[in-house]
């Protein structure tokens, strides 16, 4: 299984950003997917899931701003943030679990300008 994010990049305070993550190697549309965010120094903490049936679940944090989707045919997650903040800022991590475990992305950094 490969997760490859892109999309990241610096932004300013209120702006917006839009993330990719393109699957490899499982049959993408029979499983959830989700952002994950990981600020500096602090946890990696999750940001938004879809499942299968494109129900998504957000973190209260970015409930409003982000928008999570999936894109069967093309096998890509994105995650259209908006409103960003300072708080936003750090890496984004896309997962998936599969075959009894978690696979992640490299990661995609997002840097916010106050």
């Known amino acids: 299984v490969q997760l490859q994010a892109s999309g990241g990049g610096l932004v300013q305070a209120g702006g917006s950003l839009s993330l990719s993550c393109h699957a490899a190697?499982?049959?993408?549309?029979?499983?959830?997917m989700a952002w994950y965010h990981q600020a500096p120094g602090k946890e990696r903490e999750l940001v938004a899931s879809?499942?299968?049936?494109?129900?998504?679940n957000y973190a209260d944090s970015v409930s409003g701003r982000f928008t999570i989707s999936r894109d069967n045919i093309r096998r890509t997650v994105r995650l259209q943030m908006t409103a960003l903040n300072p708080e936003d800022a750090g890496v984004y991590y896309c997962?998936?679990?599969?075959?009894?475990?978690?696979?992640w992305g490299r990661g995609t950094l997002v840097t916010v300008s106050s």
């Open positions: 997962q998936t679990n599969a075959r009894g475990r978690d696979f």
């Open positions: 190697g499982i049959n993408f549309r029979l499983y959830s």
């Open positions: 879809i499942d299968s049936d494109s129900r998504t």
